[in-house]
């Protein structure tokens, strides 16, 4: 119970856009808190985007106005809309649900911007 399947991401140019996406499986009990987080090459893992279960939001300073998250309790799914992609928003973009204080993490996946 509690996995969580993501898709989307790959390569995309600067200036450019990509949607990922994050479906918890396994179970149909909601999920409180769902976020996105980042790790670039050499750097820890920091928060990109949090929605909680009100539907509030936060960003991390260098998305705000570019990325936008967004849920689906209907799915207990997450998105993250990126537009106007720079190189340093390349990192390993991780999928993360909490629920009555457990955390689950999806696996991981690339998100490459060329210059």
């Known amino acids: 119970q509690g996995m969580l399947v993501e898709s989307g991401g790959g390569l995309v140019q600067g200036g450019g856009s990509l949607r990922r996406s994050c479906e918890g499986s396994?179970?149909?009990?909601?999920?409180?808190?769902m976020g996105w987080y980042r790790q670039a090459p050499g750097k820890q893992r920091e928060l990109v985007a949090r929605?909680?279960?009100?539907?509030?939001?936060n960003y991390a300073d260098s998305v705000k106005g570019r990325f936008t998250i967004s849920r689906d309790n209907a799915k207990n799914a997450v998105y993250l809309q990126m537009n106007s992609l720079k190189p340093e928003d390349t990192a390993v973009y991780y999928c993360?649900?909490?629920?009555?204080?457990?955390?689950?993490w999806g696996k991981g996946t690339l998100v490459t911007v060329s210059s």
């Open positions: 929605i909680d279960d009100g539907d509030s939001t």
């Open positions: 993360n649900a909490e629920r009555f204080g457990a955390y689950f």
């Open positions: 396994g179970d149909s009990c909601r999920f409180h808190a």
